[in-house]
C-alpha cells in the first residue's frame, strides 16, 4: 500500500523535492525543501461494516518539512488534494483527514505532521 501511496503523491505533488517512506531518508538532511515522508502509523483490524463484510483502516502519517510557514502551508494543500484523490486496489473510499499537528522546529526548518486513515476491504 505504502508503495501505491508514495507513487501518487508523487505524480499530484511534481513540486516537492522528496517524497519518500520515512525510512528511506532524512528529510532534516535535505538541500531542497518541501519533503513529505510517510509511514504506517496504525491499523485497526475487523472493522465489521452493514453489510457485515470485514474491513481495516490503516493510519498513515504524512510529515512535511519546509523552510517557511508559506510553504508548509502550500505544500499541505497540494498533500490534502492528492490525498483524497487516492485510490488503489482494496481502498473502499476516500482517505479521511484525522488532523495534524507541528512534530518539530529544528533551526529553519519546520515540520508537521499530518493523519490520514484509509479504509481497506478485505
Given at each position: ?86 485510490t488503489t486496489t ?33
Amino acid at each position: 500500500m505504502i508503495d501505491a501511496l508514495l507513487t501518487h503523491l508523487a505524480t499530484e505533488c511534481p513540486d516537492f523535492a522528496a517524497i519518500e517512506d520515512a525510512t528511506r531518508i532524512n528529510p532534516l538532511e535535505r538541500d531542497e525543501y518541501p519533503v513529505v515522508t510517510v509511514y504506517l502509523a496504525s491499523e485497526i483490524p475487523n472493522l465489521t461494516t452493514v453489510s457485515n463484510r470485514q474491513r481495516s483502516a490503516q493510519t498513515y502519517h504524512l510529515l512535511t518539512t519546509c523552510q517557511s510557514g508559506e510553504q508548509l502551508e502550500s505544500a499541505r494543500a497540494a498533500l490534502k488534494a492528492a490525498m483524497r484523490s487516492f485510490t488503489t486496489t482494496g481502498v473502499l473510499h476516500e482517505p479521511s483527514f484525522n488532523g495534524g499537528e507541528l512534530a518539530a522546529i529544528s533551526g529553519p526548518l519546520l515540520q508537521w505532521r499530518d493523519s490520514w486513515q484509509i479504509p481497506l476491504d478485505h
